[in-house]
């Protein structure tokens, strides 16, 4: 079926560089996709979304870039801080419900 | 104005028991949302209630259930407890129940079963 994935389970960047996380889907009508973070001992926080009919979009230090021809996406943030340290997750925000990825965990090193 | 709470934050139970989870919803918002957090399957979408009535369910077994009140709060509760339902539960409210919806996390319950 139809499934939202991650390319890499952990990554770790310096502080002060650029992070970059994949995220892959399956289902070519997937048409809104959702970034999350999530840090220990809270739920996911709404980071930036992206529609089908826009290939970037920017935020405060992150960017999401979509592919539709091989289906991905990526989340790039800038000048990586500690605060950043957190699971990411890709989501497809499909007919009221989100289908999530299996997240990435971003370790920012001093 | 304060986000989506829930309530216990953390609850012990015994495999065979059942257990009750609470959500309450940002002030305004109408659709409650309830997901599953394990480090095997992910976040997987359990169901989701707007004005009180079930718009969405997904692949969970008959043991899990859900309502919400005309205040929007919503419960969930999970019967005959099995080690498996050992998870952190989310609940996520948003305005309206349609696609392209914001929808605001809480901090979860963690439900561990013995």
């Known amino acids: 079926g139809e499934s939202v994935g991650l390319h890499l389970p952990t990554l770790s960047v310096q502080e002060g560089d650029n992070s970059i996380i994949n995220c892959a889907y399956s289902?070519?009508?997937?048409?809104?996709f959702i970034w999350y973070k999530q840090e220990s001992g809270k739920g996911p926080q709404f980071i930036i979304d992206?529609?089908?009919?826009?290939d970037k979009r920017q935020g405060q230090r992150v960017t999401v870039l979509l592919n539709k021809t091989v289906k991905h996406l990526s989340l790039q943030i800038a000048a990586t801080q500690p605060g950043d340290s957190a699971v990411y997750f890709c989501?497809?925000?499909?007919?009221?419900?989100?289908?999530f990825g299996s997240g990435t965990q971003l370790t920012v090193l001093p | 104005k304060a986000g989506v709470t829930q309530t216990p934050r953390y609850l012990i139970k015994t495999r065979g028991q059942q257990v009750t989870l609470s959500c309450s919803p940002i002030?305004?918002?109408?659709?409650v949302s309830w997901y599953q957090q394990t480090p095997g399957q992910g976040l997987q979408f359990l169901f989701e209630?707007?004005?009180?009535?079930?718009?969405n369910k997904g692949n969970f077994p008959g043991r899990f259930s859900g309502r919400q009140f005309s205040n929007s709060r919503s419960e969930m509760n999970v019967s005959t407890l099995e080690l498996g339902d050992s998870a952190l539960y989310l609940c996520?409210?948003?305005?309206?129940?349609?696609?392209?919806?914001?929808?605001?996390f809480g901090p979860g319950t963690r439900l561990t079963v013995l």
């Open positions: 996520a409210s948003s305005l309206v129940s349609r696609e392209y919806n914001e929808q605001f």
């Open positions: 209630y707007f004005s009180e009535t079930q718009r």
């Open positions: 989501a497809e925000n499909g007919v009221r419900q989100l289908t």
């Open positions: 992206i529609r089908s009919n826009m």
């Open positions: 289902n070519s009508a997937s048409d809104y």
């Open positions: 002030s305004g918002h109408r659709s």
